[in-house]
């Protein structure tokens, strides 16, 4: 059988300890701040690093989107200028009296 080891139950996993703190409250409330800045810093990289790839597909969805605009543009302008063709050479014939 193994020996038993010493286990130090009043180990403080702390940084700090209570009594410090009370000695000293702007040294443990320091920490906390910090510790609560970093925590927030970790959060936002996370939320921006989701938010690159988000931008990047939408990015993406507006340029085809836009291709398609363009496209339709086109289309358009063809049609129009052929409409305007015939009209002039008097080969459509007005149906509104």
Known sequence: MAPKKDVNVSANPLPISFSQFSKDPIKGT???V???????????????NNQDARITNLEYKDSLKTQ???????????????????????AIKSSVK
Do not use: P, Q, W
Request: net charge negative; hydrophobic share 50%; glycine share 8%.
């Open 30 to 32: 320091m920490f906390l």
């Open 34 to 48: 910090i510790i609560g800045i970093t925590v927030l810093y970790v959060d936002i990289r996370g939320n921006f």
């Open 68 to 90: 398609a605009l363009i496209e339709c543009k086109t289309a358009l302008s063809s049609t129009t200028t052929k409409l305007e063709t015939l009209d002039a050479m008097g």
